[in-house]
Every structure is written in structure tokens, then in C-alpha cells.
């Protein structure tokens, strides 16, 4: 799947266990990654923290849906 494949959700939608991409530089965001699977309520925090409105996700590489 490309990344332009990839659908969008907003990041009230965030659930743990979904494979995020964060469309962001490096430096942007505390992970170490831009594309990551959420473990916990406190990376959804950060990642609505970020100021994004949306974000991508692989719901191949997800454990659930938004």
C-alpha cells in the first residue's frame, strides 16, 4: 500500500492499538518514528497534543479500527 493509499482519521478517532503515520518532520513529535502502532492513552494524548487535526493509518498493520 502507498502512503497516498493510506486513509485519514481524525485524531478523535485515535484508538490503541491502530498503526499511525505522523506527517510530521522528525523533530516535530517526541516518538522516535513517524509510523508506529499506539500502545497506550498517553501516546494518543501526545499525538492529539501535536495540534494535528488528522493522521494516517495502515489498517493493514492495525489491530483494530478507528
Given at each position: 500500500?502507498?502512503?497516498?493509499?493510506?486513509?485519514?482519521?481524525?485524531?478523535?478517532?485515535?484508538r490503541?492499538g491502530?498503526?499511525?503515520h505522523?506527517?510530521?518532520?522528525?523533530?516535530?513529535?517526541?516518538?522516535?518514528?513517524?509510523?508506529?502502532?499506539?500502545?497506550?492513552?498517553?501516546?494518543?494524548?501526545?499525538?492529539?497534543?501535536?495540534?494535528?487535526?488528522?493522521?494516517?493509518?495502515?489498517?493493514?498493520?492495525?489491530?483494530?479500527?478507528?
Open positions: 500500500m502507498k502512503d497516498s493509499d493510506q486513509p485519514y482519521i481524525g485524531v478523535d478517532q485515535l490503541v491502530l498503526y499511525i505522523l506527517d510530521l518532520k522528525w523533530f516535530e513529535h517526541p516518538f522516535a518514528f513517524n509510523n508506529f502502532r499506539l500502545k497506550d492513552d498517553e501516546q494518543i494524548g501526545i499525538v492529539r497534543g501535536l495540534g494535528l487535526k488528522r493522521v494516517r493509518f495502515d489498517p493493514a498493520r492495525s489491530n483494530c479500527r478507528p
